[in-house]
C-alpha cells in the first residue's frame, strides 16, 4: 500500500486530494506519539536511598530511638548509612538495582492518544450533527462544499485513526473468548461497527441519504466510550 | 435538525442500556450514566472498619475484584482460620461488617469497568478466590519476567498490587500508572 493508493481510496470515499492529506495527518499524529509510549520519568542511575548521599552518619539529626545506632557504631565501628528496616538486604547486593523515582504515570502514552483521539472524534460528530443542513433534505444544500460535508470527512477520518491506534496500543486487552458482552470486546465491536458507518456516510454523501449511517455511527461511537470511560 | 437531534437521542438511550447489561442494577444506572468521572478500574474502598481490618495485614483489596461468590467463600470463620496459609480470625460482629460490605460491593454489582470484565469472566464456572488467578488479571501479568516479581526484592509477590500499581489505593490499575520498583524501564 504506498500513498497513491491511499488518496484513490480516499478519492473513492468521496475525499478530494486535499483531505487525504488530513487524513495522513491524523494518523501521524496518532502514530508518532507511540515514541513516547510508557516512558518512565526519573533517573535511574540515582541511589535508592537517600542515606547514600550522606558520608557520616552521625552528621544526620538522629530521633531518639536511634541512640542505640550511636552506641553501636562508637563499639563496633562506624556505620555506613542510616538505614531504614528494608533496606539491609540492598545493602547486602541483593537488590543491586535502584529504584524507580515517580509515581509511573506516563505524561504521554499511546493509551492517552487513543483517548484524545476518541474524545475528539466524538466532538467532531456533535459538530457535524449540528451543522447538518436542514436535516439532508433541503437538495440545494446537498453540496460537498459546506461545513457539514468537511466537519463528516473530519469526524471519520479521526474515528478511523482512533480505530487504528486503539488496534495498536490495546492488541493484547480484547479477547474473543471473554464473550461478546465483555467491556472490551463491546468497545471494539462498537467502535468498529461505528468507523465503518462513518466511512459509509461519508461515501454516500451528498448524493445519497446518509444521515442515518452517520447517526448510527456517532451512537455506536459514544457508547463505546462510555462502557470504557 | 430537529428530527437529527432526536434520532441521535434516541439512539443512544436505545443502545447505552442494552450495552450496559452485564452491570449489574445494584448501583443506579443513571448516576453511571451522568456520570462524567472515570470508572475504568475498580470503585476504591470507601468502607473505614473493611479498610483497618484487611490493611492491617495486606493491600486492603476492592471488593470489585472479585465476585460476591467468591467473598462469600472467603470471608467465613472457617476460611479465614486458614486465610491462604495464615490464621485471620475475625469477631463475629467484625467478620459480618467485612463480609457483607465486601459482598454488596462485589465485582458484579459495579458498573466500573475492571469489575464488569471480571464479573463477565466469572459468572460461568468455578470462581477463583486468589485475584492473581481470574483470568484477565493472569493474562495481563504474563508477560512479565519472574525477576521482576519474585526474583524482585521491592515487589516479591502479584499479592501485593500496591508496589507496581501507583494508583491502585484508589482503585486505579491503568498500565500507564504502573512503575516496578527497581525496574524504571520495565516497559522497554
Redesign the interface.
Known sequence: VNGEDVRKVMEKMGCGSRYWGHFASFCIVALSSFAYADEPAGNPDLPSAASAYVRDPRALKLSPQDSQLIMDSQLYGPIPYLLAGNEDQTLAGEGSETEAPGSGDAPVSGRKVHKYLGLGTLALFGLTALTAPDGGRNNTSRQNTGTHHQLGIATAAMAASTVASGLLVHWDDFHFEDGYADPDNLHVMLAGAGTLAMLYAVSVAPAHSHSGAGIAGGAAMVVAVKLTW | ?????L??LA??VV??PV????AVAEEDFMAW?LD?H???GVAPVTDERYKEECGECHFAYQPGLLPAKAWDALLNEQSLRRHFGANAELDSDTLRDVHDYAVNNAAEKSYY?LS??IS??TSEGQVPVRITEL??IA?EHRHIPERMIKG???VKSLSFCDK?H??AEKGIY??????????????D
Do not use: Q
Open positions: 435538525m430537529m428530527r437529527t437531534k434520532k441521535i439512539g443512544l443502545a447505552l450495552a450496559a447489561t452485564p450514566l462524567f472515570r470508572t475504568k469497568k464488569r470484565k463477565v469472566a483470568r484477565y493474562r524482585n526484592n521491592g507496581c501507583t494508583e491503568d498500565p500507564d500508572t504502573v512503575s516496578i520498583p527497581n525496574y524504571p524501564h520495565w516497559g
